[in-house]
């Protein structure tokens, strides 16, 4: 294929993460296709490189089981419909799903179908729940563009085609966290704890998850009056956190943080953390943390029925043991999740080598994932139009 060539290339990303991740990929392709069109579904990292929104990612943006999926379904299932029926009256070289396999899959199905070739990219993590999917992502997908790097064998195994791409966020945070200037600009004091809570970035965590966290969060400062507590929140959640702070009694005696998750993870001793990608940051910036997880119960036992691994926090899975704490739905007590904070919390005085083990592991792990994604990402789609 001539690079000088007018390339249109489709893509869907849903979510924050999914733009950051499909910003990469244009980023990688601008390179090597001058003429680059790049349109779909998509938000402002995208944008950024020329994409042409149809849809914002936003409209995807909705958690698993979550009554919010419920009500939101026939939106979603009328988009994907017009988006079909748009790429196959104009048809791309090439469509890129990025994440969201619920929405991208069927996507990708329908488009292979008709000769246009696809990919994924972040392999759904069929290694972790749900492992009937690898036959939907067979039928789906001419590639896979993997961020963790046992996954192309895996798929191998499937007769998927795949390649490790590297995780951007490894790229994104730095080998060596400095705590003194994260603590700098946010105005925290450079001595004394510092414990980050992070009660998820959807609406559905927050309801289930911020008041046990906030009340684990008022029992550690009844123990410990000088520590301090940061929440960073997304904007459009930050007055239900402030209110459910409130009802804990513990809104004055806390840093709610316009985001800023990064800076928050960078400047704590530990975080209690929503289980999601947010852990896998943590992990990055070599804290120690407790990973929480509360859902509808109906939501849970769906979800269970279909874990493979004993592990839900992304640092245990690729770790592929319990380096740092699980409690989850029912063990998800503000006494079991103040307790669990408090050992990390006394670590350093009385568990240091525990302290010094994982901030190796996290280290080792963070130099497994550095790779240069948009390159790699590149190179990966330049074969698969080539082929």
Not at 105 to 133: N, Y
Not at 281 to 297: D, G, Q, T, W
């Amino acid at each position: 294929m001539d690079p000088q060539q007018e390339m249109f290339l489709a893509m869907v990303a849903g979510e924050t993460s999914g733009d950051l991740l499909a910003g990469l990929v244009l980023q990688g392709l601008a390179e090597d296709f001058p003429g680059l069109r790049s349109a779909g579904i998509g938000g402002p990292r995208m944008a950024q490189a020329g994409f042409e929104a149809w849809w914002p990612s936003e409209r995807l943006a909705v958690h698993g089981y979550s009554a919010e999926l419920v009500r939101r379904i026939w939106g979603i299932l009328r988009i994907r419909k017009q988006l079909v029926q748009r790429l196959t009256a104009q048809p791309p070289r090439l469509f890129v799903g990025v994440d969201a396999p619920d929405f991208n899959l069927g996507v990708e199905e329908r488009l292979r179908a008709q000769g246009i070739k696809t990919v994924h990219f972040v392999c759904p993590s069929i290694w972790a729940w749900r492992p009937e999917r690898v036959e939907k992502i067979r039928r789906s997908a001419d590639h896979v563009l993997c961020i963790f790097p046992f996954e192309p064998a895996l798929l191998a195994q499937h007769g998927i085609a795949g390649t490790y791409v590297g995780h951007p966020l490894a790229n994104v945070i730095p080998l060596q966290p400095n705590r003194a200037a994260a603590r700098q600009q946010l105005g925290l004091p450079l001595e004394g704890e510092v414990l980050a809570v992070l009660p998820g970035s959807r609406a559905s965590e927050v309801s289930y998850i911020a008041k046990p966290f906030f009340l684990a969060a008022a029992r550690l400062l009844q123990a410990r009056p000088s520590l301090t507590i940061v929440v960073p929140a997304v904007p459009a959640l930050r007055a239900r956190i402030d209110a459910l702070a409130a009802e804990c009694g513990i809104l004055e005696r806390i840093r709610v943080l316009g985001g800023q998750s990064h800076l928050a993870l960078e400047a704590c001793d530990c975080t209690l953390i929503a289980s999601g990608t947010a852990t896998l940051e943590a992990a990055l910036f070599k804290r120690p943390m407790v990973i929480s997880y509360h859902m509808h119960a109906i939501s849970w036992r769906l979800m269970r029925r279909k874990q493979l691994q004993p592990w839900v926090g992304l640092p245990n899975i690729l770790c592929q043991d319990f380096v740092v704490p699980e409690l989850l739905q029912e063990a998800a007590t503000p006494e079991a999740l103040a307790e669990a904070v408090t050992q990390w919390l006394d670590a350093p005085r009385l568990d240091p080598a525990r302290l010094a083990q994982l901030e190796q592991r996290f280290h080792d792990l963070h130099l497994e994932l550095r790779r240069d994604t948009p390159k790699l990402a590149a190179d990966a789609i330049q074969k698969i139009l080539s082929a």
